[in-house]
């Protein structure tokens, strides 16, 4: 679970955020203490009947808020105030920390197991050590009797084809398709004796959450192929650095088939104009919803991929493919389109439209309004109405 930023739009279901200059100590019919928080800080959560203030002091710390038993992490890093029978708790991240909390009337708390929460936020795969990294080109009669050894290893086909043999099993290997096995499963290959084949071999060590690799044989796209060449080049390269670069590029490999975003591809050179049209509609779907975000103060690209049933990178891919735009630079041009339709409306403050754009201030919005479009808002307002 990502530990997220305080902001107005994001916290206002919970409370809100007070800014860091105002002086809480002028809460007087507020209860007062300075809570000293250590990772053995007990595992449980706090409603108050009234509202409670909260300002961090020293170290670094994160605030955990449940909504209908759902939490949400933030970073403890600016005062604010939490609304009556909202259950909260503070933690330390990883270091001493302390903070201020103003309350009144009487309180309840339960049992709730917040640490797991925050300890979720770390890698769950790594990569410890990579044993081979090989890169082979063979004539047609090539014939690898077998081996067995306790790492995981992955075998791409470059170019031809091959057939794999693994614990008395036999796959069918094409050019762009790639094979994993397990620790201690014997494994032996040949090439097809009509044609040459190029392959490339990583074994290495891997320490995962659970069976995380599920499958055996993976078609590969233009981003993973991308990758396996990148650390083709890079295994000729051999500086002090090139170890690190190559396991950098393996754990993004490896974190790719895990989340599914590697699907088979039954004609990847050629796409059918049935699956163009698909991805078109996808796109014009993905507008709508980063528009109708932006209108009520929430855009978030991992929920706008979610609700389109793919991934944020296929997201991010495709969105580029069909508009030269990036997902991030379309969000930031409707926010500013948006904002001049809020202006011109005249419904809301300058104030009232930086906060349900998502702006971290009035300063900052009217600043890049006016770097954009030559005007601070108030101008562009004061010009609306003239005409």
């Known amino acids: 679970m990502y530990i997220r930023p305080i902001r107005y739009q994001s916290f206002k279901k919970y409370g809100?955020?007070?800014r860091s200059t105002d002086n809480l100590t002028q809460l007087y019919s507020y209860d007062y203490a300075l809570i000293n928080c250590r990772d053995g800080t007990e595992d449980v959560v706090f409603?108050?009947?009234?509202?409670?203030?909260?300002?961090?002091?020293s170290g670094i710390g994160v605030l955990v808020v449940l909504y209908d038993d759902s939490p949400e992490i933030f970073l403890f890093a600016r005062p604010v105030c939490i609304n009556p029978d909202v259950e909260f708790c503070v933690l330390p991240y990883d270091c001493d920390f302390s903070y201020y909390i103003y309350s009144s009337g009487i309180h309840a708390e339960r049992?709730?197991?917040a640490h797991a929460l925050v300890r979720s936020n770390r890698t769950r795969l790594s990569i410890n050590r990579i044993y081979t990294f090989l890169y082979m080109e063979e004539n047609k009669n090539f014939v690898f009797k077998g081996e067995r050894h306790p790492y995981w290893e992955l075998m791409y086909v470059d170019i031809g084809e091959l057939t794999a043999v693994v614990s008395g099993e036999k796959y069918q290997?094409?050019?762009?398709?790639?094979?994993?096995?397990?620790?201690?499963?014997?494994?032996?290959i040949h090439a097809n004796k009509k044609s040459m084949v190029s392959f490339l071999n990583i074994a290495f060590d891997l320490q995962a959450e659970g069976d995380v690799i599920k499958r055996r044989i993976y078609h590969i796209d233009k981003d993973v192929r991308d990758l396996l060449r990148i650390?083709?080049?890079e295994s000729q390269r051999q500086d002090e650095y090139s170890v690190d670069f190559m396991e950098a590029n393996l754990k993004l490999l490896l974190l790719r088939l895990i989340r599914g975003e590697v699907a088979p591809q039954e004609n990847a050179a050629v796409p059918s104009e049935e699956f163009v049209i698909n991805r078109k509609e996808i796109v014009h779907r993905a507008k709508q919803l980063i528009t109708q975000g932006l209108s009520h103060g929430d855009c978030s690209v991992a929920e706008i991929a979610r609700q389109l049933n793919i991934s944020t990178s296929h997201l991010y891919r495709i969105f580029k493919e069909f508009t030269g735009d990036s997902v991030q630079t379309f969000i930031i041009n409707e926010r500013f389109s948006l904002a001049k339709e809020m202006i011109a409306l005249g419904s809301m403050n300058i104030s009232q439209i930086s906060a349900r754009l998502d702006f971290c201030s009035p300063t900052y919005f009217s600043t890049k309004f006016k770097d954009r479009f030559g005007m601070t808002p108030r101008e562009y307002s004061r010009s609306v109405y003239r005409k």
């Open 173 to 188: 290997l094409k050019q762009g398709e790639m094979i994993i096995y397990r620790p201690n499963e014997f494994h032996a």
């Open 16 to 18: 809100h955020t007070i």
């Open 47 to 57: 409603a108050y009947e009234n509202p409670v203030y909260i300002e961090p002091a």
């Open 231 to 233: 650390m083709i080049s």
């Open 111 to 113: 049992p709730f197991n």
